[in-house]
């Protein structure tokens, strides 16, 4: 166990006059480490310190740089599932958990959200005034990791990703000055945070443009395996059809779930005109033997909760995006399904959950982005309408998630050679769902890796939020 006589690192937090500092065995410490969404991400940092303004985060910030020798994690909501994006075993965790406040400005319909808030506190604040953000579609994440990854939302079809409607950043730079990132001030660190991730400073306040918003209707509806065909179908065609049709949302799962040990397929449809049953929904709408329909009228943020993952697991996730085709889908789950039962012969105790998850990724998202000034991501080179395919593994055990690690980066690597060797191959890589064996920073084209190296370069000159806060995704490791 580490103590404040072992750690000088925390000490001179201490004597910095930084308050809210927690070592090991103390219960905020234990009940922050646990509250990580993945069991794999719980480790043991030296100390957690938890400010309270940005202020605060750049006294930290300068403390630990200058006066310390040890590295140290930044934690928003703390839902990214591999060891070390958001934490450390050596070192400190700066957890932003305190500032988790958002504040509407009717005049503009401007949302400032702190950034460690969780979606389901923003939606929550925003409800009474009848609007709404372009923020996660599960209730937990962390508003700053999902930002600063680009962010899919239930409005991407209408409104483009996430940081598309992100109109300024708080940023505590490395030199401990706190600066505003927009389209008018400091404009190449506004958008090189569309997608760059942790590789210029913290983001304590994220500015998003707000928007009136009804009700939603959505829910989840399951169905069995043996409709697989028809469902592929008509994600097919509703990828196509996004266009046509921008106010809808659909994301479905073949999920293992160990209490019925099977796959069951589970679809969660939303419509953000809270219009019932759309025509763009008929063929979804069509696939016969329904297990099970939640479909209602609700607010965005229960809607969201409802998507909630179950927790408690160590995980190993990846995402890769591919042509929107029929045969590229089909195999695809055709080795989630192998995947699955060669998991089942070797699992100990039969206790894990595998999500395989279709997203639509239609060119209509990418041209939003473009109208609104452009992101990191660069999804507008590609011409054709694309599905990013997801696969999330649940498992007990560090062996098991070792295994399943290797296992996952096989798997990962089948469907992106079939997807090449059928002209179906698509380069992004979606950041917030990589694993640390990708490299989704590397998929953004030339152009966006080159502006966000040069955008690190020019406000963390030292190479800070490089070699001393190492997790996530680094420019700097970018070959």
């Known amino acids: 166990m580490i103590s404040r006589a072992d750690n000088s690192s925390c000490a001179t937090l201490e004597s910095a006059g930084l308050k809210n500092i927690y070592y090991p065995g103390n219960d905020i410490y234990e009940n922050r480490t646990h509250s990580y969404f993945s069991v794999s991400a719980q480790l ?12 605060e985060v750049a006294r930290i910030v300068t403390t630990l740089s200058r006066g310390t020798t040890r ?72 508003v700053a990791g999902f930002l600063t990854g680009g962010g899919n939302t239930f409005y991407a079809g209408r409104r483009g990703f996430g940081c598309d409607n992100v109109i300024n ?11 505003n990132a927009n389209a008018t001030e400091n404009s190449d ?114 809607l969201t909760v409802e998507l909630e993952l179950t927790s408690g697991y160590r ?19 055709d080795l989630h399904k192998q995947f699955v039962d060669d998991w089942k012969a070797q699992s100990p105790d039969g206790d894990f959950i595998c999500h395989g998850i279709l997203q639509a990724i239609p060119t209509i998202f990418s041209k939003h982005s473009v109208e609104k000034g452009g992101n990191m991501l660069g999804l507008d080179r590609e011409t054709d309408n694309a599905i990013m395919f997801q696969v ?42 990589a694993d640390f064996t990708q490299d989704p920073l590397s998929t953004y084209g030339e152009k966006n890796i080159d502006h966000i190296r040069e955008v690190a370069a020019k406000f963390d000159p030292t190479g800070v939020f490089q070699t001393r806060m190492p997790g996530g995704f680094k420019i700097s490791k970018v070959a």
């Not at 950043?169 to 600066?179: C, D, M, N, R």
């Not at 890769?320 to 029929?326: C, G, L, M, W, Y």
């Open 315 to 333: 995980n190993v996730w990846y995402a890769i995006t591919f042509k929107n085709d029929v045969r590229l889908v089909t195999k695809a789950l």
């Open 189 to 302: 660190l506004f958008r090189a945070l569309k997608g760059g991730s942790a590789n210029f400073g913290i983001v304590t306040r994220f500015d998003m443009q707000a928007f009136d918003a009804p009700e939603l209707w959505g829910g989840l509806v399951t169905y069995p395996k043996s409709t697989t065909p028809q469902h592929i179908a008509a994600y097919v065609n509703w990828t196509n059809n996004v266009v046509n049709y921008q106010d809808g949302s659909a994301i479905t799962f073949w999920t293992y779930d160990p209490k019925v040990k099977d796959v069951v397929i589970t679809a969660a449809y939303e419509d953000t005109t809270g219009t019932v049953a759309a025509p763009a929904f008929d063929e979804f709408m069509a696939i016969p033997d329904q297990t099970s329909s939640t479909m209602r009228i609700d607010t965005h943020r229960n």
């Open 169 to 179: 950043y708080e940023v505590v730079l490395a030199s401990g000055q706190i600066v």
């Open 71 to 142: 590295n140290f994690a930044i934690r928003s909501g703390g839902h990214t599932v591999w060891p070390g994006a958001s934490n450390t075993d050596n070192g400190v965790t700066i957890d932003l958990g305190r500032m988790n406040q958002t504040t509407f400005v009717p005049d503009t319909k401007v949302a400032q959200v702190q950034a460690g808030s969780r979606w389901r506190e923003v939606y929550g604040a925003l409800e009474p005034y009848g609007v709404t953000v372009t923020g996660g579609r599960t209730s937990t994440v962390g």
């Open 392 to 433: 999330q593994l649940m498992v007990n055990g560090v062996e098991q998630e070792q295994l399943g690690r290797e296992r996952m980066v096989a798997f990962r690597e089948a469907v992106k050679q079939y997807s090449i060797d059928l002209g179906g191959g698509v380069e992004w890589e979606y950041l917030n769902y």
């Open 44 to 55: 043991e940092p030296y100390c957690i310190v938890q400010p309270t303004s940005a202020e």
